[in-house]
T-cell receptor
């Protein structure tokens, strides 16, 4: 199984701050994803990456960017945090086509 | 109509009961299907993949009906530790995973 690690469980940031959420996977696999999960809205895809330096927008990319400089690391960046970005952020990795997602333990971000 | 639909519950069942969840999906070209469980304030964890022939893992049985476009999960001999939200997940083309809203299960002593 892919093991996915997110660097922070809880973060509190101020409006306007630049925020970095880090995610590392321990297998040499290409596909990585960032989701956010909100009550009543379920999981929504922000960005995904299928290889180093490659990125694709998901359903809700506005206000976010990503960085994939190394295969094992996929970072989510909030350029200027806003209160509506308060959420649970979930990183996921995937071994290959038709295989399931494996999630990190999540980062609960609060923007005040 | 949402692409993946589930009864949100909650399903409140006594220990030892058998409980079944259904999930319907709208995209007939969907390729892969999964059940995840999610505990409160934790990440989703893969429970099982769902295969066309149906598959079983201990007390859990998953079925796929492509003609009717639904997936089911059966839990036998429910345990207190089965209390969680169960997410139905459908993979369409490429990296497109669609999550259902989840069904809450509470197993009562």
């Amino acid at each position: 199984d892919v093991k996915v690690t997110q660097s922070s469980r809880y973060l509190v940031k101020r409006t306007g701050e630049k925020v970095f959420l880090e995610c590392v996977q321990d297998m040499d696999h290409e596909n990585m994803f960032w989701y956010r999960q909100d009550p009543g809205l379920g999981l929504r895809l922000i960005y995904f990456s299928y290889d180093v330096k490659m990125k694709e927008k998901g359903d809700i990319p506005e206000g976010y960017s990503v960085s994939r400089e190394k295969k094992e690391r996929f970072s989510l960046i909030l350029e200027s945090a806003s209160t509506n970005q308060t959420s649970m952020y979930l990183c996921a990795g995937r071994q290959g086509n038709n295989s399931p997602l494996h999630f990190g333990n999540g980062t609960r971000l609060t923007v005040t | 109509r949402k692409e993946v639909e589930q009864d949100p519950g909650p399903f409140n069942v006594p220990e030892g009961a058998t409980v079944a969840f259904n999930c319907t999906y709208s995209n007939s070209a969907s390729q892969s299907f999964f059940w995840y469980r999610q505990d409160c304030r934790k990440e989703p964890k893969l429970l099982m993949s769902v295969y066309s022939s149906g598959n079983e893992d201990g007390r859990f049985t998953a079925q796929l009906n492509r003609a009717s476009q639904y997936i089911s999960l059966l839990i036998r001999d429910s345990k207190l530790s089965d209390s969680a939200t169960y997410l139905c997940v459908v993979q369409n083309y490429g990296q497109n995973f669609v999550f259902g809203p989840g069904t809450r299960l509470s197993v009562l002593p």
